[in-house]
């Protein structure tokens, strides 16, 4: 909390001296007419590469594709969506004090000495600057362990002064404007712990939307139940005039998938013990025999009576 207000500080007192055409204009001048670029232009080639670090279209997508492994590999958002915090903040605070102030830059100013307020430049505070220290210190923020917290810190503040003293050499940015985008980064880099909870809320909400629309547009089949296997009723298979009627046996089903196949019974009469006495009444045929071709009564010859 308390390197937040000190680097608050600092950037109302860099605002409050060119404001009042102070010793840091004076220095701003001093270090334009000096031509950096002019002195050493040895270094200009490697230069205007390296102060793409600091340009907010290609460090973005790099960062990000990093940031998208990572929430890949963690299985959250929450990289990604503090990516996307910073990136919010720097193009709203840093966006609207270079409007709001109108600076012009070195290559455009109109009088010697004058600080080049409110009128149609927008490069107070440095862009590049403010967006080097964002977005290279997202990875020393979102680091997981110290150690790694410490060499991204340093690689961060690398490219930091790096693309901030590059663009006073290329005669882009008064001195005073990187400072300012120095303390313009480091700000949005200190207020990041603030918006933890809220990010935090808009991960679950969207993991939540996200499942809701898997569910409901997904593309695969839902699993359907094994069919129910009917019983098949016991019936009576009728034949010939005088044959016996025969039963038929439901098939029970195989482990739900197919019912097993099982004939009919045959038909098998069952022998019970042939009664030994005595007929009921002379000439009829004995219990339980059948009648032979001499136990037929006659045959009347036809037309007798």
């Given amino acids: 909390m308390s390197l937040l207000g000190t680097t608050a500080v600092f950037y109302a007192a860099i605002v409050g001296l060119v404001l009042s055409t102070s010793w840091l204009v004076h220095l701003d001048w001093q270090v334009m007419l000096f031509r950096p670029y002019k002195q050493w232009p040895e270094l200009h ?23 998208g492994w990572r929430s890949w590999r963690q299985r959250t958002l929450r990289p990604l969506l503090v990516m996307g915090c910073a990136l919010l903040l720097l193009n709203l605070s840093v966006g609207a004090a270079k409007l709001g102030m109108g600076r012009e830059g070195p290559h455009y100013a109109n009088i010697v000495g004058s600080n080049e307020m409110f009128l149609t430049g927008d490069i107070f505070p440095s862009g590049h600057t403010a ?7 997202i990875l020393a923020y979102l680091a997981t362990t110290p150690q790694a917290r ?7 503040a690398i490219f930091a002064l790096g693309v901030g003293t590059t663009t006073v050499y290329l005669g882009t ?4 404007d990187v400072l300012l985008g120095w303390a313009a980064g480091l700000l949005i880099l200190l207020a990041l712990p603030w918006f933890e909870p809220l990010l935090a809320r808009v991960e679950m909400r969207v993991l939540t939307d996200r499942d809701r629309l898997w569910e409901r547009f997904s593309l695969r089949e839902p699993k359907r ?7 098949v009723a016991v019936g009576v298979r009728g034949g010939r005039e005088g044959e016996d009627a025969r039963d038929t046996e439901a098939a029970p089903a195989l482990n739900g998938l197919r019912p097993a196949r099982y004939g009919p019974r045959p038909y098998r009469p069952t022998a019970g013990p042939r009664p030994t006495g005595p007929p009921a009444h002379p000439g009829a045929p004995h219990p339980g025999s059948h009648p032979g071709a001499g136990d037929r009564p006659p045959v009347s010859p036809a037309g007798s009576h």
Wanted: glycine content about 6%; aromatic content about 12%; hydrophobic content about 60%.
């Fill in 131 to 137: 967006n080097a220290v964002v977005t290279w210190g």
């Fill in 45 to 67: 080639a490697f230069l205007d590469y390296f102060v793409v670090l600091g340009q907010r279209g290609p460090t973005a997508a790099l960062i990000a594709a990093w940031l």
């Fill in 225 to 231: 139940a094994a069919p129910a296997v009917t019983p």
């Fill in 150 to 156: 410490r060499i991204l810190s340093v690689m961060a």
């Fill in 173 to 176: 940015h008064w001195v005073s």
